[in-house]
């Protein structure tokens, strides 16, 4: 089993930048694949990015050319740089893991992006 601990949530402006963060411990030897999903008040929680060992990513089509998924090689961290920040960004971030084919979450963390 994996933890996730999220954090570099927050409030910003549409156009600023946000670098969001999350801490994995436990059995991360066994991580197949990490990303980061989203979740905005009414609405189903969705891919925003993902990265496999390899070190090749997938961005969804909204945040493409904004966003930059990476992570360090020991599986430890993975991380989300948000740039040009628009209000649809606004939701709750979740960090996953994918270990075994079961995918572990965190806890989320807001992000809010006034117009």
């Known amino acids: 089993q994996v933890q996730l601990v999220e954090s570099g949530g927050g409030l910003v402006q549409a156009g600023g930048s946000l670098r969001l963060s999350c801490a994995a411990s436990?059995?991360?030897?066994?991580?197949?694949?990490m990303g980061w999903y989203r979740q905005a008040p009414g609405k189903q929680r969705e891919l925003v990015a993902s990265?496999?060992?390899?070190?090749?990513?997938n961005y969804a089509d909204s945040v493409k050319g904004r966003f930059t998924i990476s992570r360090d090689n020991a599986w430890n961290a993975v991380y989300l740089q948000m740039n040009s920040l628009k209000p649809e960004d606004t939701a709750v971030y979740y960090c996953n893991a994918i270990t075994r084919g079961y995918p572990n979450w965190g806890q989320g963390t807001q992000v809010t992006v006034s117009s």
């Open positions: 990265i496999a060992p390899g070190g090749n990513t």
């Open positions: 436990g059995n991360i030897f066994s991580i197949d694949a």
